[in-house]
Nanobody, 124 residues
Framework: VQLQASGGGLAQAGGSLRLSCAAS????????IHWFRQAPGKEREFVAA????????YYVDSVKGRFTISRDNAKNTGYLQMNSLKSEDAAVYYC??????????????????WGQGTLVTVSR
């Protein structure tokens, strides 16, 4: 499956952005979708995941209550709604997918397919 992330940009602290992850090539609804992020000088870290059915989601503690992951299988697109942005949310955000019908993961090494990153900048 090919993934393309978009929607990054500049937001003020406390503001919002919505990232999109458009998929093509394989049946999107068969893949759990994940968002990871990587700040300069840091390792890529897990942010959120949604199961292939959309029935389950999981978040890193630092974004719970502020970020919402969702998917629209009819549009082959996943989303990450980011509200109440903080300076520490600034990073390049990547969407990723695991294997066919695999469960969600927080381990970056389990991601088989990556989209290109989209940069999120948060101003104070």
């Amino acid at each position: 499956v090919q993934l393309q992330a978009s929607g990054g940009g500049l937001a003020q602290a406390g503001g919002s952005l919505r990232l999109s992850c458009a998929a093509s090539g394989r049946t999107f609804s068969n893949y759990a979708i994940h968002w990871f992020r990587q700040a300069p000088g840091k390792e890529r870290e897990f942010v959120a995941a949604i199961s292939w059915s959309g029935g389950s989601t999981y978040y890193v503690d630092s974004v719970k209550g502020r970020f919402t992951i969702s998917r629209d299988n009819a549009k082959n697109t996943g989303y990450l709604q980011m509200n109440s942005l903080k300076s520490e949310d600034a990073a390049v955000y990547y969407c990723g997918a695991t294997h066919y019908l695999a469960t969600m993961t927080t381990n970056v090494n389990n991601i088989r397919y990556w989209g290109q990153g989209t940069l999120v900048t948060v101003s104070r």
